[in-house]
């Protein structure tokens, strides 16, 4: 008589291992608020400022220019903010004001508009926009 085939044993996974299984997934990271935005509206326009978090209350001075963020504070200080609700204001505004080396980059690329038009003072980049 033959012997009967060995029966593979397979182990259901158990709580424990399924808890450390979900518990490894982290969800996403929430985008980082590094920007202060603020939105001037008007019956005519809508100028939107965005700053640099790290540049808000200081002040930028080179060739006869000054750029005080801290007299100036509250025309730029308002909400803080992700690229993403930086890039949906852009989208809406008439002028734009922008302050802040990662400003003004995400406010190139995200308008399509070039580095030539750009100030630096005091080291810090500073771009006016006006759609007419």
Sequence with gaps: MAKPAAAKVVKAPSAKSGKAASQSAKPPKP???SYYLKTHTSRFSTIVAVCDKDCLGKKFESGGLIL???VHR????GELVSEERVNEALCSASCVNIVGDKSVG???SSMGVSK???KKIG???HLQIYRV
């Design 123 to 125: 080291g810090v980049s």
């Design 106 to 108: 995400l406010a190139c």
């Design 74 to 77: 509250r025309f730029y200080e």
């Design 31 to 33: 985008a980082a608020k």
């Design 116 to 118: 030539a038009g750009v």
């Design 68 to 70: 005080d963020l801290n």
